[in-house]
C-alpha cells in the first residue's frame, strides 16, 4: 500500500486540540512548565471558539465558601456530582478570576467597588458576575487570553482538523494526525501529552451555534478507547425563532418572563412558587414542549414587565448580540425590551466527554480533557458557569498534561501515521453520499422533542432505528475536497453523538437534571444516581456499564433536588 506523503511532522511536549477558551487556557498553563505547547484547531487564527460570541460573564466564589457553593451545585445537578472535582473548580475559580483581571478583563463594579453579580437558578451562593457594557465580555476574554499565549510563545497552528490520536505500544498516549482543511497538506504531530480542548458535542442548530463544536475532541477519544460519560444529557436553551440572543440568563432574574398563545405566564404551572422565574433553561424548554403538545403555542418572550435600568443594563453594546440588536430596531421596527418575540427551545451542546480523573486525564494516559469536552454537567446550565470551569479546568488539564511531557518521551511510529492519515483522506473524490446529508440524518434523530425533551420508550427506541439507518447511510459518505472532509468528519462526529445520547437515554430509566422520561417521571436514587460510562468494543459497538457515586465518600449527602422543584403532566 503506498504511504500518504507526511508534509508536516511536528514534535511538541504538550498538543492542544482546540483553540477556544479552555484550549487557550490549557496551553497557557502548559507553557508555564514546559518550552514546547503547540495549539491546534480547525478554525481561522485565534477565533477564540464559541466563548467569543459569549455575554462573558463568569462565576467564582467570593463572597461565600466552597462547602455552602458545593452543597447548590450538588443540588442542582440532583445529586449527580463528582464532588472532588467541582470542589476543585470552586477552590480554584477565584485564582482564574484574578488571573482574568491581570490579563485586562473588566468586570462590573458598583459605586462602592463591589462586584455585582445575579443570583442563578434560585441558588444562593452561585452567582453570575457581570462583564459591561453587554456585549464586551467573550472577545475581550479572547483577546486577553491570545495576547497571553503570544507573550509565552505557544505555538499556534490553524486550519488544521485533527483525525486519529496515536498511541505507542503501552498504550499511552504518543500524538496526533489531520489535515489542512483548505490545502490538504499533511499533519503529523508528536507529543507525549494531548490536552483535548474542543468544546461540547453539538448537531449546529442555528446561525450563530454554527461555528459551535460538534465535539470531535470527545470522537477521537472515543475512537482511541477512552470511556465516555454523561451521554444522556444535552443542554438546551431557549432562542428566538428568528434570530439569536445571548442573556436569557440575565433577563429571566431580571422581569422577563415566558407567555403560550394565550398571554398566560404558563412556566407558574410547572415550577414552584419559591423558585419563581429564575430557572433552568432546560427546564423551561421542556415546559415550553408541553405547552406546544396541548395546543398553546406559540410561545413568546415578553421583556415589558423588566424595567427601564434593567433593561439598559442587559442591551447589547458590541459583537453579534448587538448585530442582531441593531437589525431588529432599525430594519424591522422591533422594541426587543418592549414588546413579546416568539422564542423556542434549541439544542445547545451535548454533555457527552472524556471520563477524567481529578487531574483531567482520561482513561488513556497522557490523554487529557478540558471544560465542555470532558463529560461533566447532567444537562442543566448556569450563567457564568462555562467560563468558569473552561478557564479552571483548563488551567489544570495544561498542567497537568505538561507534567506527564516531563515524565515521558515516545515516537510516533510514521509508517502507522502515514496509513492513518491514508484512511482518512480516502473519501475524497470517491462517490457516494453528500456530507449535508448525514449531518441532517443525525440532527433529525435528536431535534425531535420526544426524543430531546420529553423522552419515552417508545420515542426512543423509533430514534434508535433512525439511528441504525443513519448509519447505513454514513458508510457511502463521501467528501469533495478538505474543506469538506473536515465536515465529513462532523458528521461522523454528530452521528457518534446521537446514538450514544438514545442508546444512554434508554438505559437510564428514571429522571434527573436534564433527562426526562415521561415513562418514568420520578427520580430513582437506589438505581440511579450513577454515572453511565460506554466505551468502543472491539466490534465498535458501543459497551456501557453502570458506575455507582460513592456519596458516603463525599462531603455532601444529597438531602435536596433541584427536579423537585417541578411538576409536568403525567403520561
Not at 51 to 74: H, I, K, M
Not at 540 to 567: A, L
Request: hydrophobic share 35%; proline share 5%.
Amino acid at each position: 500500500m503506498k504511504q500518504t506523503n507526511i508534509d508536516h511532522h511536528i514534535k511538541a511536549d504538550v498538543l492542544i486540540i482546540g483553540g477556544g477558551f479552555s484550549g487557550l487556557w490549557a496551553a497557557i498553563s502548559a507553557r508555564e512548565h514546559v518550552e514546547n505547547v503547540v495549539l491546534v484547531d480547525k478554525g481561522p487564527a485565534d477565533w477564540g471558539g464559541l466563548g467569543t460570541a459569549s455575554g462573558g460573564d463568569f462565576q467564582c466564589v467570593q463572597d461565600t465558601t466552597v462547602e455552602a457553593a458545593l452543597d447548590d451545585v450538588v443540588y442542582y445537578y440532583d445529586g449527580l456530582c463528582d464532588q472532588p472535582l467541582v470542589q476543585r473548580i470552586l477552590k480554584e475559580s477565584y485564582e482564574r478570576f484574578q488571573h482574568y483581571e491581570r490579563l485586562g478583563v473588566q468586570f462590573a463594579r458598583d459605586e462602592n467597588g463591589k462586584l455585582l453579580a445575579i443570583p442563578q437558578r434560585n441558588l444562593k451562593h452561585m452567582k453570575m458576575l457581570l462583564i459591561r457594557p453587554y456585549g464586551t465580555g467573550g472577545p475581550s476574554m479572547r483577546d486577553a487570553l491570545v495576547r497571553e499565549a503570544d507573550r509565552l510563545g505557544v505555538r499556534r497552528i490553524f486550519r488544521v482538523a485533527i483525525t486519529d490520536i496515536f498511541k505507542d505500544d503501552a498504550g499511552e498516549v504518543a500524538g496526533a494526525a489531520g489535515f489542512h482543511t483548505q490545502s490538504g497538506e499533511t499533519f503529523v504531530f508528536e507529543a507525549p501529552a494531548v490536552v483535548l480542548a474542543t468544546g461540547g458535542g453539538g448537531w449546529r442548530p442555528s446561525y450563530i451555534t454554527m461555528s459551535n463544536s460538534t465535539g470531535e475532541g470527545g470522537y477521537l477519544a472515543y475512537k482511541a478507547g477512552a470511556e465516555l460519560s454523561h451521554n444522556e444529557f444535552m443542554n438546551i436553551w431557549i432562542q428566538p425563532v428568528v434570530f439569536s440572543w445571548e442573556g436569557q440568563t440575565g433577563l429571566l432574574p431580571l422581569g422577563a418572563r415566558l407567555v403560550n398563545k394565550d398571554g398566560e405566564d404558563f412556566m407558574k404551572k410547572y415550577y414552584s412558587e419559591k423558585l419563581g422565574p429564575n430557572t433552568d433553561t432546560t427546564y423551561n424548554s421542556r415546559g415550553m414542549a408541553f405547552e406546544a403538545r396541548a395546543g398553546r403555542d406559540p410561545i413568546f418572550f415578553d421583556t415589558t414587565p423588566m424595567t427601564k435600568e434593567n433593561a439598559k443594563l442587559m442591551e447589547p453594546v458590541r459583537g453579534w448580540a448587538k448585530i442582531n440588536y441593531d437589525r431588529l430596531v432599525n430594519e424591522h421596527g422591533m422594541k426587543f425590551f418592549d414588546g413579546k418575540t416568539r422564542w423556542m427551545p434549541q439544542i445547545m451542546w451535548h454533555s457527552g466527554g472524556p471520563v477524567t480523573d481529578l487531574n483531567y486525564e482520561t482513561t488513556i494516559p497522557g490523554m487529557f480533557a478540558a471544560c465542555r469536552c470532558k463529560g461533566f454537567d447532567p444537562g442543566v446550565y448556569m450563567g457564568g458557569w462555562a467560563l468558569c470551569t473552561t478557564a479552571v479546568t483548563g488551567y489544570i488539564a495544561g498542567a497537568n498534561a505538561a507534567h506527564k511531557a516531563q515524565e515521558k518521551k515516545n515516537a510516533v511510529n510514521m509508517t502507522q501515521a502515514g496509513e492513518a492519515l491514508k484512511e482518512a483522506l480516502a473519501p475524497i473524490g470517491r462517490k457516494g453520499i453528500d456530507t449535508k446529508d448525514i449531518i441532517r440524518e443525525a440532527q433529525e434523530i435528536v431535534y425531535p422533542a420526544d426524543v430531546c425533551l420529553i423522552k419515552s420508550e417508545a420515542s426512543l427506541t423509533n430514534a434508535l432505528k433512525r439511528v441504525d439507518y443513519a448509519n447505513e447511510l454514513a458508510d457511502r459518505m463521501m467528501a469533495k475536497d478538505p474543506r469538506d472532509l473536515c465536515k465529513f468528519y462532523e458528521a461522523k462526529t454528530m452521528l457518534m453523538r446521537s446514538e450514544l445520547f438514545v442508546r444512554s437515554s434508554l438505559l437510564r430509566k428514571e429522571s434527573r437534571a436534564g433527562h426526562y422520561r415521561e415513562d418514568y417521571p420520578e427520580r430513582n436514587n437506589e438505581e440511579w444516581l450513577a454515572w453511565l460510562h460506554v466505551r468502543q468494543g472491539d466490534d465498535k459497538q458501543p459497551v456501557f456499564s453502570k458506575v455507582r457515586v460513592p456519596i458516603e465518600e463525599y462531603p455532601v449527602q444529597p438531602y435536596r433536588y433541584y427536579m423537585d422543584n417541578f411538576t409536568f403532566p403525567k403520561m
